[in-house]
Every structure is written in C-alpha cells, then in structure tokens.
C-alpha cells in the first residue's frame, strides 16, 4: 500500500474508533487517558538539542549540555515506530544535521519505508546532500526576505537558504520554504512569495507561538495578521491550506485536536509527548512518557491527553494534521502536490 492509502487508511480507522467527547478541547480532559483508537500515524522527532544558530522567536532548549537520544536507542525506535503502524516521520530539532548519525537515521526510515521529511536552516544541507537525498521533503525554514531572514537568524543566513535551495535542487530532493509568521516578517510576506515563486518552491507557513517563551512582542497584531493573510491567500506557490489560514483568521481555537491520538512528538532526550505545546507545558503536562527504557508502542498508549493551552495553540504542523486527520479535502490536495 502507498504511503499516502496507509495514512488515510489509518485516519479512518481512528476515526471508526474515536471517543468524540474527548477529541473536544474540554480542559477537565487534561491528563486523562484517551478512550477511543490511537494510531501514530504521524510522528516529529526533534533529533537533537544542538543547534549552529539562536533564532530570535525560537523555543528550542539548545542546551548543548543535555545528551541527545543515543543512536542504537534512536534506530531502534524507528524499527518501534514502524512496527505501531507509523506512515510519516518529521525530523526537526535543533538542528537536524547536527547529529552525526543523521545519515543512519534517514537510512533506518527508508529502509521502514516511511514517509520522511526534514526541517533544516540549511547551513549544512551542501555538505549532508548525500545524506539527504532520497528524503520526501525537505523544509527550509525562512523567515523574511533577506534583511529582516538575517536579523532573526544571524547575517548570512538568507544566502544559506538559497545555496541549500540550489543544491537540494541538483540532488532532486523536494523542497518547500517554512516560515513563521510573526510582527517581524508580516511586511515582507509579498515579496517572499515572489522569491519562492520565482525559485519554483513550495511554500508553508506557521504563526509565531509565543506563549512560553514570553516574547509578545513577536506577535502578530490584528492588522497585521489580516495583511499577512491577504498575501498569503493570493500567493500561488502557498501549500499551506486555506482551511488553515481561515482557522487563523476567526481567532477562534480548534474544535478537536487528536495530539496524542494520531500524532505525537519525541522531545531530543527521548520524552513522548503528543504535541510541541504539552512538551514545553511541564506545569500542566509534566515529563510525558519517557523512551529510553520503554518500547514505542507502549508509552505511545499511555500518553495522556494534555487540553491546557489548546485555545492559544496555532501551530500550523499539528492544526494541518488535524484537518488532515478529518479528511479536509484542500488539505489532502496540498499536501498530495508537496510530497512525491
Ligand atoms: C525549531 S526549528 C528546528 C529545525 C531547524 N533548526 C530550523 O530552524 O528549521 C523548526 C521550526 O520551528 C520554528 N519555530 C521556532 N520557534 C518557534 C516559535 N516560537 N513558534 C513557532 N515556530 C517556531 C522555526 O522557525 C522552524 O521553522
Ligand atoms: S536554527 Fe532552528 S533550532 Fe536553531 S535556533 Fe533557529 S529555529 Fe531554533
Ligand atoms: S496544544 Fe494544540 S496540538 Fe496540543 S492538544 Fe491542544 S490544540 Fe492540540
């Protein structure tokens, strides 16, 4: 079966067996376990705590004190992931490429025959090419065209975006631009999409979270975000989905959310959480489910739900794989022209 049937299949049978109450954003479900079917069908692992930059909006611990998953852990945990039914595997850190075994990892994923992508700041995609070829998608993230690029993520940055972009290019690995919306970028967004356009790639987006770090200042105003969003609805190379941007323009939270349900994410030091908001929510959610010295599919099936700050989440990677999840027909579309 396609990767693509797998996930659909495995979206309807979590649907089949859904416990619709819970889905629902009730607070008082905060910490209980779920009681409908639970499929890892999607699952992002942030590789390392390592990171070559310090972007201005980013949450990453990069603490480099901190040990990342050991490699015979983290192989091993992708033969579990595959084994639970897994059909997409995101990688995201720090920064990916950091981790010297990065290469084993990818190659432990195509031989489970995953779905893989990538997220890079690109510094290092020239030298790990080889590595990277064979991925299903790699994202580079790019934060304004290249002045307000440089200011968020360090001088020189903009122009290891566009040698990344060329060399992913020559190799044929497919690559889309991922940007963070946010007061620093919202002016620039037109010309971003003529840049990408013009360079033939796709294009995601995802709105600044600001909630843990205390950076208010990042984010978007009203008008802001209502001219962010008349760019992007008219920008031709957009794989982000309308559903998406209409959920940010009704400032209203989703209806139901199936983190750690369908999806989940593997902090660096191997903690099981069901979404990037629950990891960083250590008040509300505590230390999720710990893989080092339990198999996949076993905390996989005891991870609670968190509900605590669902009504600020607007992460789009985990609003997409709920549109995804209920079958949302632009969504299925756009993310069917991103992915081989
Ligand atoms: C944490 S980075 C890790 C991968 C890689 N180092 C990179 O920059 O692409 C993954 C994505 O999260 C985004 N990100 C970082 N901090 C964020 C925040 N506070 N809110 C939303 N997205 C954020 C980054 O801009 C990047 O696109
Ligand atoms: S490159 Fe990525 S992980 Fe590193 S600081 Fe920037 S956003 Fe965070
Ligand atoms: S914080 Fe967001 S992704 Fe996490 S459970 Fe709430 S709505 Fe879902």
């Known amino acids: 079966m396609s990767g693509a049937l797998a996930f659909g299949w495995g979206c309807l049978r979590v649907l089949a067996g859904a416990e619709t109450a819970q889905l629902s954003l009730h607070p008082e479900d905060n910490g209980r376990s779920y009681g409908g079917r639970k499929l890892p069908l999607a699952v992002t692992i942030s590789v390392t705590h390592r ?15 901190k040990p990342d998953i050991p490699t015979e852990r983290m192989l091993a945990l992708i033969d579990e992931l595959a084994a639970a039914g897994t059909v997409r595997v995101g990688f995201t850190g720090g920064e990916p490429l950091m981790r010297p075994d990065f290469g084993a990892i990818l190659e432990r994923c195509r031989s489970r025959k995953l779905i893989v992508s990538v997220v890079s700041n690109g510094y290092l995609v020239p030298r790990y090419a080889e ?19 440089d200011r968020i993520r360090g001088a020189g940055a903009f122009d290891a975006f566009l040698k990344a972009a060329d060399c992913a290019r020559r190799n044929g690995i497919p690559v889309a631009a991922l940007t963070t919306l946010m007061s620093y970028n919202a002016d620039c967004l037109q010309e971003m999409a003529d840049t990408f356009a013009r360079m033939g790639i796709h294009w995601m987006v995802s709105r600044v979270q600001t909630g843990f770090s205390g950076r208010s200042e990042q984010e978007l105003s009203p008008e802001a975000l209502e001219r962010a969003l008349a760019v992007l609805r008219q920008a031709p190379c957009l794989r982000t989905s309308r559903r998406y941007l209409d959920f940010l323009a009704s400032g209203r939270p989703l209806e139901r959310c199936y983190a750690g349900v369908s999806y989940a994410v593997i902090a660096p030091d191997g903690r099981l959480f069901p979404c990037f908001p ?8 505590g230390g999720g489910q710990e893989l080092l010295r339990q198999d996949f599919q076993t905390a996989f099936r005891k991870l609670p739900l968190y509900r605590a700050t669902c009504a600020t989440c607007t992460l789009a990677c985990h609003a997409e794989a709920n549109f995804l999840q209920e079958f949302n027909l632009e969504s299925i579309l756009q993310s069917l022209r991103i992915r081989r």
């Not at 990171?51 to 004190?65: G, I, K, P, S």
């Not at 590595?131 to 690029?149: I, K, N, P, Q």
């Not at 629950?278 to 959610?285: E, I, L, P, R, V």
């Open 51 to 65: 990171c070559n930059l310090h972007c201005a909006h980013c949450q990453a611990e990069n603490d480099l004190a």
């Open 131 to 149: 590595v990277l070829r064979g991925t299903d998608l790699l994202f580079m993230s790019v934060d304004g065209d290249r002045a307000v690029h």
């Open 278 to 285: 629950a990891q960083f929510d250590h008040a509300a959610y």
